[in-house]
């Protein structure tokens, strides 16, 4: 999961992609697709990855910018937020992300997508 960013320049996201993950990783631990162990050692190496990735605030013109991309894509709410702190940052780069629809709207955005294959 957190291998796509390795050799990364720098890291990107929206301030929400903490408890995202955190939330994903409960799930698939409660789910029983990782282990107790695998939780562990996956969320000590978000921790690690967030302590160096530059947080994107969300303020009111990514609001907007993300109901436009939501309407535009047809994008969950906060799939739309995602997309919004990656398109308003003006950086451009790679986007990475494991939804495909998600996916989709990122490639029609103009972003390089990691992983290149989910």
């Avoid at 960013?5 to 990107?12: D, L, Q, S």
């Avoid at 408890?19 to 990783?25: F, G, I």
């Avoid at 969320?43 to 990855?49: D, G, N, P, S």
């Avoid at 780069?93 to 103009?110: I, K, T």
Wanted: charged share 30%.
């Amino acid at each position: 999961m957190f291998a796509a960013f390795e050799g990364a320049a720098a890291v990107r996201s929206a301030h929400i992609t903490y408890v995202e993950v955190r939330s994903a990783l409960a799930r698939m631990s409660e789910g029983r697709r990782i282990t107790d162990d695998e939780h562990r050692s996956k969320r000590a190496e978000f921790e690690a990855l967030w302590t160096d990735t530059l947080q994107i605030a969300i303020d009111d013109r990514r609001i907007r910018e993300a109901a436009r991309l939501a309407e535009t894509h047809i994008l969950r709410g906060y799939d739309a937020v995602q997309l919004a702190a990656a398109t308003a940052s003006d950086l451009g780069g790679a986007f990475a992300a494991w939804d495909a629809r998600l996916r989709v709207a990122a490639a029609d955005e103009g972003f390089t997508l990691i992983p290149e294959e989910t």
